[in-house]
């Protein structure tokens, strides 16, 4: 690490820690909760909440000025993982809800995102890249030391990786092998082993993409994303402000739908405009989660996994809300 960096890194860790001053521990221990990014235009949050959108707790944010990318709470509820902008790239940091932070990856050139925790809480499985012509699907002990790669493309981006609650198998979105770049064109839906074997692709469809999947509790079925548009996402932040209205055209409908864990059995859940980012199954499996767009604001959302009426999480204006911000709208 350049001095540069390491003076940059060590003014982070100061901001970050000063966030946790007056906060409390863990909010509540040994109970389900999800974390997810805040940005409102001008700083960025991590928040802590309830898996049904009540009692907020913030983690993270906003003295250190830092940009969070994505966020994940770990199995045991004490510890956050985040990618965080440290003037120069996005590296995963840990931090305890009772105040200690540990930097997990510092990959020169290289930008880590989109962290899910294996079910044990010892390892991350996360998404690394260059940006341009290379990127992988990693795993790396939650402590920063032992790193595998799982598996690589040459194109720009992997997206969400999910790790199932046996701890055995990886989902994630890819584009197929030997696809051209077309602006994020042609990403199917794929498992493999934690190992990095046993590849398997669940979906098979190069007209539209197939993203942001994740398990149920059972690990008996997957919910995803289909995104109807296809066009380049924007870099992070994308030159978005809360609060600009979004261009006519941009919120498409784009459906979650839920498969069995062996691609089949494919059950139509939601379909409505705007729907963006990861969806995540609540901790009881009843309903699945996500972010959705309206012209000044997106917040996150939840319905029943058979269908149904679709419950406000949060309820904000001129502000994003997302489990990953890779999702914000283009």
């Not at 001008?42 to 003295?63: A, F, K």
């Not at 990618?83 to 540990?102: A, C, F, P, V």
């Amino acid at each position: 690490m350049t001095h540069i960096r390491r003076t940059v890194v060590a003014a982070l860790v100061t901001g970050l820690m000063v966030t946790t001053v007056g906060a409390a521990g863990a909010s509540f221990p040994g109970q389900p909760t999800v974390a997810f990014v805040r940005y409102n235009g001008s700083d960025y949050r991590v928040i802590e909440m309830r898996p049904n959108g009540t009692e907020e707790h913030r983690v993270l944010g906003p003295e250190s000025k830092a940009a969070f990318y994505s966020a994940a709470m770990s199995p045991d509820g004490r510890r956050v993982a985040v990618s965080i902008y440290d003037g120069s790239q996005y590296d995963l940091w840990t931090k305890r809800l009772d105040g200690n932070l540990r930097q997990v990856t510092d990959t020169p050139n290289r930008d880590e995102h989109s962290p899910a925790w294996t079910p044990d809480g010892d390892t991350i499985v996360f998404m690394e890249s260059d940006g341009v012509s290379y990127a992988a699907i990693v795993r790396r002990d939650a402590d920063g030391s032992r790193r595998r790669q799982l598996y690589w493309t040459d194109q720009d981006f992997l997206m969400y990786p999910t790790v199932s609650p046996d701890g055995d198998r990886v989902l994630f979105s890819a584009p197929r092998l030997g696809a051209p770049a077309r602006g994020m064109a042609d990403y199917d839906l794929v498992t493999m082993r934690l190992d990095g074997t046993g590849r398997r692709w669940l979906t098979d469809d190069d007209t539209r993409n197939q993203i942001a999947g994740d398990w149920s509790p059972d690990g008996e079925r997957v919910a995803f994303l289909i995104e109807q548009v296809l066009k380049p996402r924007p870099a992070f932040g994308g030159g978005l402000t809360p609060g600009t209205p979004v261009p006519a055209g941009t919120a498409p409908v784009q459906p979650v739908y839920s498969m069995s864990a062996d691609g089949g059995g494919r059950r139509l859940i939601t379909e409505k405009p705007g729907i963006v980012g990861h969806v995540l199954y609540t901790p009881d499996g009843s309903r699945v989660m996500f972010a959705r767009f309206s012209s000044v604001s997106m917040d996150l959302y939840s319905t029943p996994v058979d269908g149904g009426v679709l419950k406000p999480l949060t309820e904000t204006i001129k502000t994003y809300n997302s489990f990953d911000l890779f999702g914000l709208p283009a």
